[in-house]
């Protein structure tokens, strides 16, 4: 077996000197590499499509028959003493123009034999042409090199390989046939700008660059394709879809995130045909941004839902094709009633209440449900229907509903204080932590949006997420909060009856009022998530998508 | 023939109920719906307490009739899902065919409430989704009236002291869950 070092490949009368140690060396380090030999079909390095920008090809080589035909390094194969073969010189060696095959000793054709015309194309050995007048292989390697091995066949003769003396493919070594050498197979790297979707980046491209090394230099003119694949949906693209490294051995490449309504992985495919592990791959992981609702807890559970698709309306207005993943976050409780919800508190209000005038409300729970969401005086709500119809006659239904929405409130303020000085704990949202928490180990990142009480439970919700799951990403936005304590921005009408009230109860601790709205009689208590702060027609609305807006860019 | 409302008023129309859900659902300035004489009831026969009147608007169909039996589910003949009572106010409403669907949709998702097998989790995941579901269409159809369809939807559903406790019981099963807003068309 004849391998050379470095150093011996500039001198070939000292070649024959390198001795096993250096190839113990490089093979001690090919060793950690894949066992399998590492053979490679013609065209080794696609080369035919792109070295010829530095290797033009020309005519078949000329023969120099009064040299001594020697073909140094490819022994045994080729004959030492084969006329008109190879041929040797300080610089390089000369192989056989198209028609005169090389010829092993066992008398053989080789390999890389141009006369072998049912491979094609055919590289190099003979008709390789890297100067004015030498066809051929050029024995000097790009520096460094590494190891240097025969090149020759085993095998199938379609199959060019490095061999050693026993004409045993040596595993893991790449024949160069534009030199003649066996390298180590290319060595691709990469660097990539992220792995990682994340909202605020989400529209920048991420910036790809493949590196090739030979050894240790760079490697130019080597061709790369890239491809995106996906099993989980729709994949991102990238450009271009291949191409040649440059003069640094680099190829610069984008890819673009897709839409995507779930966890996805993207797979960026490179493919390096001359390098050792080809493919590579690069996993880019996304996963939409949860824009989580936590409802006021008087909210039914499709008031909520309601709620939350109004909140959808108002996000998807803004979110810049931001990937989002709506979610409810539905909670009723902490209103200090053991066994009862706090909604079911306000029934038993309505319950005494209706009993009035005659119990005329008493089986009529329409008007129950309008009261709570504010709604009694809206012209659209059964209440107002009513109402309007009576006329002047529903003086007195009118104040047996103003009573019993003030009875109502009333409820609604000691529950709200109830809640206030005992905040629900982490134990009582457990589910809910569990959710975020199974989220967050999918790489989901995190709007969570919160509506009156809500922003009580939110702000629990928030602070166990970054506490259980720090690198989590969060941003929290509070809407008519009464918690003396957010997590965000939020917004707080004057006109928030519940809220102020909290204050005419003696509770100060709650924020101040930011925003002043006009009232409406679509939500007479100027609270309600959809009737009030949602309105499309007054000013909350945009103060709302504004903070959503700055949430989702600052994740 | 259905009727529209303008500066306050409410033309004539042959089905009063029609007349009345349109006035209430489309005209947000809406003072008062009648006749179009601007008497609040017929003129004749005028009941003397608060609840004769409106038992008599709900018998003239100036108000929508509902159903204000014991059963939980109440009346529903044809067996659709939708309690006949809300599928005759939903059916006369001045709506497109596909905002009809739709209203009836959520109905029968709201009506679904209040039979579910309460310690069923996965039967109330059920509902949760549909009622999500329901939501969506109605958004998709009805747009900014989406949100009243469904409230209106929500109270006659729940407009006994039967069903409201039933529907109380089925919320507070309810807290502490978490749902998906889902993708795509949602419409049945």
């Given amino acids: 077996?004849?391998?050379?070092?470095?150093?011996?490949?500039?001198?070939?009368?000292?070649?024959?000197?390198?001795?096993?140690?250096?190839?113990?060396?490089?093979?001690?380090?090919?060793?950690?590499?894949?066992?399998?030999?590492?053979?490679?079909?013609?065209?080794?390095?696609?080369?035919?499509?792109?070295?010829?920008?530095?290797?033009?090809?020309?005519?078949?080589?000329?023969?120099?028959?009064?040299?001594?035909?020697?073909?140094?390094?490819?022994?045994?194969?080729?004959?030492?003493?084969?006329?008109?073969?190879?041929?040797?010189?300080?610089?390089?060696?000369?192989?056989?123009?198209?028609?005169?095959?090389?010829?092993?000793?066992?008398?053989?054709?080789?390999?890389?034999?141009?006369?072998?015309?049912?491979?094609?194309?055919?590289?190099?050995?003979?008709?390789?042409?890297?100067?004015?007048?030498?066809?051929?292989?050029?024995?000097?390697?790009?520096?460094?090199?590494?190891?240097?091995?025969?090149?020759?066949?085993?095998?199938?003769?379609?199959?060019?390989?490095?061999?050693?003396?026993?004409?045993?493919?040596?595993?893991?070594?790449?024949?160069?046939?534009?030199?003649?050498?066996?390298?180590?197979?290319?060595?691709?790297?990469?660097?990539?700008?992220?792995?990682?979707?994340?909202?605020?980046?989400?529209?920048?491209?991420?910036?790809?660059?493949?590196?090739?090394?030979?050894?240790?230099?760079?490697?130019?003119?080597?061709?790369?394709?890239?491809?995106?694949?996906?099993?989980?949906?729709?994949?991102?693209?990238?450009?271009?879809?291949?191409?040649?490294?440059?003069?640094?051995?680099?190829?610069?490449?984008?890819?673009?995130?897709?839409?995507?309504?779930?966890?996805?992985?993207?797979?960026?495919?490179?493919?390096?045909?001359?390098?050792?592990f080809n493919?590579?791959?690069?996993?880019?992981?996304?996963?939409?941004?949860?824009?989580?609702?936590?409802?006021?807890?008087?909210?039914?559970?499709?008031?909520?839902?309601?709620?939350?698709?109004?909140?959808?309306?108002?996000?998807?207005?803004?979110?810049?094709?931001?990937?989002?993943?709506?979610?409810?976050?539905?909670?009723?409780?902490?209103?200090?009633?053991?066994?009862?919800?706090?909604?079911?508190?306000?029934?038993?209000?309505?319950?005494?209440?209706?009993?009035?005038?005659?119990?005329?409300?008493?089986?009529?729970?329409?008007?129950?449900?309008?009261?709570?969401?504010?709604?009694?005086?809206?012209?659209?709500?059964?209440?107002?229907?009513?109402?309007?119809?009576?006329?002047?006659?529903?003086?007195?239904?009118?104040?047996?509903?103003?009573?019993?929405?003030?009875?109502?409130?009333?409820?609604?303020?000691?529950?709200?204080?109830?809640?206030?000085?005992?905040?629900?704990?982490?134990?009582?949202?457990?589910?809910?932590?569990s959710k975020l928490q199974a989220y967050a180990d999918q790489d989901y990142s995190f709007v969570l949006i919160a509506h009156s009480q809500g922003n009580l439970f939110v702000n629990t919700a928030y602070d166990n997420l970054r506490s259980s799951r720090p690198n989590s990403s969060a941003k929290v936005v509070h809407i008519a909060p009464a918690s003396p304590t957010t997590r965000g921005d939020y917004v707080l009408a004057d006109i928030d009856l519940v809220i102020n009230g909290l204050r005419v109860q003696g509770i100060t601790s709650v924020p101040s009022a930011n925003i002043s709205l006009p009232t409406s009689r679509a939500d007479a208590s100027g609270h309600t998530l959809v009737g009030t702060y949602l309105d499309a027609s007054r000013a909350a609305l945009g103060w709302v998508q504004n903070m959503i807006k700055a949430a989702i860019a600052a994740l | 023939m259905l009727t529209t409302c303008r500066s306050h008023i409410c033309h004539a129309t042959t089905w009063r109920a029609a007349q009345w859900a349109a006035c209430s659902l489309l005209t947000l300035n809406l003072v008062a719906c009648g006749d179009g004489s601007g008497a609040s009831a017929p003129a004749t026969d005028v009941p003397t307490t608060l609840k004769a009147q409106i038992t008599q608007l709900e018998s003239s169909g100036a108000l929508p009739a509902l159903d204000r039996s014991s059963s939980i589910a109440g009346p529903d003949v044809n067996n659709n899902g939708v309690r006949d009572d809300i599928e005759a106010y939903i059916t006369h409403l001045p709506l497109t065919p596909a905002q009809q669907r739709a209203a009836l949709q959520d109905a029968k998702a709201t009506q679904m409430t209040l039979t579910v097998d309460l310690t069923d989790k996965v039967a109330l995941q059920k509902v949760g989704d549909a009622l999500m579901a329901s939501t969506k269409c109605l958004g998709k159809n009805l747009d900014e009236n989406s949100s009243e369809m469904s409230s209106r939807i929500e109270s006659m559903t729940a407009n006994t002291s039967e069903r409201a406790k039933r529907y109380l019981e089925y919320n507070a099963a309810r807290s502490g869950s978490s749902t998906s807003w889902p993708n795509g068309d949602t419409c049945e």
């Fill in chain 1, 1 to 276: 077996m004849r391998v050379f070092n470095p150093l011996c490949l500039w001198d070939t009368t000292a070649a024959y000197r390198c001795g096993l140690q250096i190839l113990l060396l490089v093979f001690s380090l090919l060793g950690s590499m894949s066992a399998a030999a590492f053979t490679k079909t013609w065209n080794p390095f696609g080369y035919s499509n792109y070295a010829v920008v530095n290797y033009p090809y020309t005519t078949a080589p000329p023969v120099y028959a009064s040299k001594q035909a020697f073909c140094e390094g490819y022994l045994p194969l080729i004959g030492a003493s084969v006329s008109n073969v190879c041929y040797e010189s300080s610089v390089g060696d000369y192989c056989v123009p198209k028609g005169f095959p090389c010829i092993a000793q066992d008398g053989s054709p080789n390999a890389w034999s141009y006369s072998d015309t049912a491979i094609s194309p055919q590289p190099v050995c003979t008709y390789a042409n890297v100067g004015a007048d030498r066809p051929v292989i050029d024995t000097r390697p790009p520096r460094p090199r590494s190891v240097r091995a025969n090149v020759g066949w085993s095998g199938s003769a379609s199959v060019c390989g490095c061999i050693n003396s026993d004409l045993q493919l040596i595993p893991d070594v790449i024949p160069d046939l534009n030199t003649g050498w066996c390298y180590d197979p290319f060595g691709l790297d990469y660097v990539i700008s992220t792995t990682r979707y994340t909202p605020s980046t989400a529209k920048t491209p991420v910036a790809l660059t493949v590196i090739v090394r030979r050894s240790y230099e760079l490697a130019p003119n080597t061709p790369i394709t890239l491809r995106v694949t996906s099993a989980d949906g729709t994949p991102g693209t990238i450009t271009p879809a291949s191409g040649v490294t440059d003069a640094n051995g680099e190829l610069t490449a984008s890819y673009t995130f897709p839409q995507f309504d779930k966890k996805q992985v993207d797979v960026i495919e490179i493919g390096c045909d001359s390098c050792m």
């Fill in chain 1, 279 to 433: 493919p590579t791959h690069v996993n880019i992981t996304m996963a939409p941004t949860v824009v989580g609702f936590f409802n006021g807890v008087w909210n039914t559970r499709k008031q909520a839902t309601d709620g939350l698709a109004a909140l959808t309306t108002a996000t998807d207005a803004v979110r810049d094709s931001i990937s989002v993943r709506y979610e409810l976050f539905y909670n009723q409780t902490g209103c200090g009633h053991v066994g009862t919800t706090c909604l079911q508190d306000l029934a038993e209000v309505f319950i005494q209440r209706s009993q009035q005038l005659d119990g005329v409300l008493s089986n009529r729970w329409e008007h129950f449900w309008d009261l709570v969401g504010g709604r009694h005086t809206a012209p659209q709500s059964s209440t107002g229907g009513l109402l309007g119809l009576l006329g002047n006659a529903s003086t007195a239904l009118v104040q047996l509903l103003d009573s019993i929405f003030n009875a109502l409130l009333a409820q609604v303020f000691a529950g709200y204080a109830q809640m206030l000085s005992s905040p629900p704990t982490g134990a009582d949202m457990a589910t809910h932590i």
